[in-house]
């Protein structure tokens, strides 16, 4: 049992091949291009339809949550300056099995996260394309998976159900495959396999156009606004911020959280940015404070464009506020149409980096081939990680569909989240250096106590009814929620213990226990699939992993 915890050592002498070459504005740059990407143009409509404008308060529940996470990344980056993410971190602070299994949610985050982009991606060339006056047949835009569901369920979703009907047959199947989303997921490959310098040139040539985009729809949008949107009647005559309930506002929580799962990317790029111990801190926290500001502003005014309801099944939400039976803005509609592009496309180039590199951090530990460890001789990248990572994201795009992937994606990397809190919180004090970010050390022992227990009182002022049907779990709308309060409440409250008697620093814990709550909006399903995951990863784990892992020899 021992050997399943044992912990790994990290030194930074040693020379990993790869070359350095990113700086402090070009790690901002990638976390702008993670974070600010499929999340506002694509899932950001499906967040608002099931919150309503009072989604904002989950961007800023996300925010926070991702703050203090931002702070415990920072500290771990500076600590440990290598490739790998969280998945060193946990190994350095909770042994190798955790370590594995953040490796392998970091696989399933960077992977299924790519494929739902590259969907975003075809969304948008298509409607591009189609704009400009080509056709491109609908059984070639879209996956199978997708056709098939949208027919079966009769949906309204004209494209999908042409798609089905119109496909060719070929050796008995229906032939529906989304080529747009397959060569984009081509060509990302190729550039990040060619070079560390070749990636950061473009994406930064394509986050400031991006940005420059954003700015204007918000310039152009605020003069559209109908502030009445802001408090739509609810389906009992109410008005309000929050027409389908807090629980409402939760159910929205994968959408939300899907933009921003990328800042725990920059991470990965340890050992291509300079002097990481101050860099990967300062770029970390900039870009997270800076996307969340624009996704708040941004909600603010789609929200007060368009009424929520209207965003149901929507995947373009930035443009579809100026199609014609909204703003009716045609050249702003065109004009976001092809920065979406390019915005998502920022996507895909950081997902695309960052896969390989938790590859080749499990391969040199041992837990995976040599192979995937390979850097090539001229381009200095992780060559057959990259080729790897472009199959595994490839593939599944031929057979699953984007509601999945969204929802699989965002519970992993929120469990992610949690144990880079509570790895923090395991890790032993350590030296100031002069210049280098340190994590500050606040004690918790009263006042997490406090802020807990008195937030939960507070809330009960606010909303005396919500707490009044907690325990009513059978409820078939709003009972699995509610069950997950209970299990958060149970948790935090064991945390307030733990956090008086061991005397436990502030910022991670309140990581810890926001993160905690992030998870509170997924079901059932969520948790089914994502279990299934770690099955088949602890599978691989005890098969080889287990049996090669590196401290097998520095232990003999």
């Not at 801190?281 to 209207?310: E, F, Q």
């Not at 595994?392 to 031929?398: E, H, R």
Request: with cysteine; glycine share 8%.
């Amino acid at each position: 049992m021992s050997q399943l915890f044992r912990k790994k050592t990290f030194t930074n002498k040693k020379d990993s091949g790869l070359i350095r070459a990113l700086g402090l504005w070009d790690i901002v740059f990638f976390g702008l291009a993670a974070i600010i990407g499929a999340g506002s143009f694509s899932s950001l409509g499906e967040a608002i339809f099931r919150g309503g404008p009072g989604v904002i308060t989950l961007y800023i529940i996300c925010g926070i949550a991702c703050g203090f996470t931002a702070m415990s990344y920072a500290e771990f980056a500076t600590r440990i300056p290598t490739a790998g993410s969280a998945y060193t971190y946990a190994y350095a602070s909770f042994g190798e099995i955790i370590a594995w299994i953040i490796g392998w949610a970091l696989i399933m985050e960077y992977s299924f996260g790519n494929i739902y982009v590259a969907f975003s991606w075809s969304d948008y060339f298509t409607s591009f394309i189609e704009r400009i006056g080509f056709d491109i047949p609908d059984f070639l835009t879209t996956s199978y998976t997708e056709a098939k569901k949208a027919f079966l369920s009769s949906s309204e979703n004209k494209e999908l159900i042409t798609a089905w009907k119109t496909a060719p047959i070929i050796a008995g199947f229906k032939f529906i495959i989304d080529i747009p989303a397959l060569v984009i997921n081509a060509l990302i490959t190729w550039l990040v396999y060619i070079g560390i310098k070749e990636s950061r040139n473009f994406n930064n040539i394509l986050v400031i156009m991006k940005l420059a985009v954003i700015l204007l729809i918000i310039a152009v949008g605020v003069f559209y606004i109908n502030s009445d949107n802001w408090v739509p009647t609810n389906n009992e005559g109410v008005k309000s911020i929050m027409p389908n309930g807090f629980a409402g506002v939760m159910a929205a929580v994968s959408g939300v959280f899907f933009a921003y799962i990328g800042f725990d990317a920059i991470s990965v790029l340890a050992e291509e940015t300079k002097n990481p111990e101050k860099t990967l801190p300062k770029g970390m926290i900039l870009s997270l404070v800076l996307s969340t500001a624009v996704y708040m502003v941004l909600t603010l005014v789609l929200t007060g464009i368009v009424d929520y309801r209207k965003f149901e099944g929507v995947g373009d939400p930035l443009s579809f506020i100026f199609a014609p039976q909204n703003g009716n803005i045609p050249w702003m509609e065109f004009i976001v149409s092809v920065t979406a592009i390019i915005a998502i496309t920022t996507v895909l180039l950081v997902f695309q980096m960052g896969q390989p590199r938790i590859w080749m951090s499990m391969s040199r530990d041992g837990l995976l081939p040599k192979k995937f460890a390979e850097v090539h001789p001229k381009y200095k990248t992780p060559s057959f990680s990259t080729i790897i990572t472009g199959v595994a994201v490839g593939l599944p795009i031929l057979f699953t569909d984007k509601s999945f992937i969204l929802d699989f994606t965002s519970i992993g990397t929120i469990f992610a989240f949690v144990l880079v809190n509570g790895g923090i919180l395991l890790m032993p004090a350590r030296e100031k250096v002069k210049g280098n970010f340190h994590l500050p050390y606040i004690n918790s022992k009263y006042i997490f106590p406090v802020l807990f227990i008195g937030g939960l009182i507070g809330f009960h002022f606010w909303q005396p009814q919500f707490f009044h049907d907690l325990w009513n779990i059978s409820d078939e709308k709003q009972g699995e929620f509610r069950l997950s309060i209970i299990i958060y409440i149970i948790i935090n409250l064991i945390l307030v213990v733990i956090s008086y008697l061991k005397n436990l620093s502030l910022i991670p814990l309140l990581g810890l226990s926001s993160c905690l709550y992030l998870l509170t909006g997924m079901t059932h399903n969520n948790w089914f699939w994502f279990g299934l995951w770690f099955i088949i990863g602890l599978g691989i784990y005890f098969f080889y992993g287990k049996k090669h892992s590196k401290l097998n020899s520095e232990n003999a």
